[in-house]
């Protein structure tokens, strides 16, 4: 059992990409929605840590017409059920109705949920870690002042670059779920976040093929 946290730190989920399989057609309804593999222990893992978790995700297909919010709201109701079956709990789902153009303050890479989730649970953000897939998840939870970590599930190829270049203390990379919940425990106890070395191994077998003949 990992060690119960003792501040009001949290922990901040994207939705598609991370905890579910990112769909070019959107997730319309539940039938459409499908938890990405280790997903789901990641998840009772994160809340062994005492930290509430938080699901915030930019949902523009309301907006455009394309899922109702009722629908929307089945849909996180279920996916939280299937998390309490394994054990884990979210304490809330956040979701961005806007579309880009909108201009709100709330669709990320903009903060508004984050801030919001913090006003309404007394969150400490400095406290607060935020896994996703995208830059615009990174770029939300360092506004907000948070660390983010990058898994590549879903978007996060297209940025892992960022990452390994910049190599900032408040920013790291991780394979999947499971692998960046490795990265919040080890902040939990003080260290630094970064690349994984199991995402460095991969990252490094993909620039050089060759060198599996030696494995």
Request: hydrophobic share 45%.
């Amino acid at each position: 059992m990992v060690t119960v946290a003792t501040s009001r730190g949290a922990i901040f989920l994207d939705r598609d990409g991370v905890i579910n399989i990112n769909r070019a057609d959107h997730v319309k309804c539940w039938s459409e929605f499908e938890f990405l593999p280790g997903a789901l222990d990641s998840i009772r893992r994160l809340t062994e840590t005492g930290l509430p978790i938080f699901v915030v995700t930019n949902q523009a297909i309301v907006n455009r017409k394309l899922i109702t919010t009722e629908a929307l709201d089945d849909i996180h109701k279920q996916m939280i059920a299937e998390i309490n079956k394994a054990g884990g709990q979210i304490t809330k789902v956040y979701h961005c109705p806007h579309d880009t153009h909108e201009k709100c303050t709330c669709r990320k890479p903009e903060p508004g949920m984050l801030l919001q989730a913090a006003k309404e649970f007394d969150i400490d953000l400095a406290e607060s870690f935020f896994i996703g897939d995208a830059w615009s998840d990174v770029e939300a939870g360092l506004t907000a002042g948070a660390r983010s970590i990058l898994v590549m599930t879903g978007r996060g190829p297209q940025f892992v670059a960022n990452v390994l270049l910049e190599y900032t203390v408040r920013v790291g990379a991780a394979c999947d779920l499971e692998d960046a919940v490795t990265l919040v425990l080890s902040a939990l106890q003080g260290d630094y976040i970064y690349a994984t070395p199991r995402l460095r191994r991969s990252f490094h077998m993909a620039l050089h093929p060759q060198e599996f003949l030696v494995l």
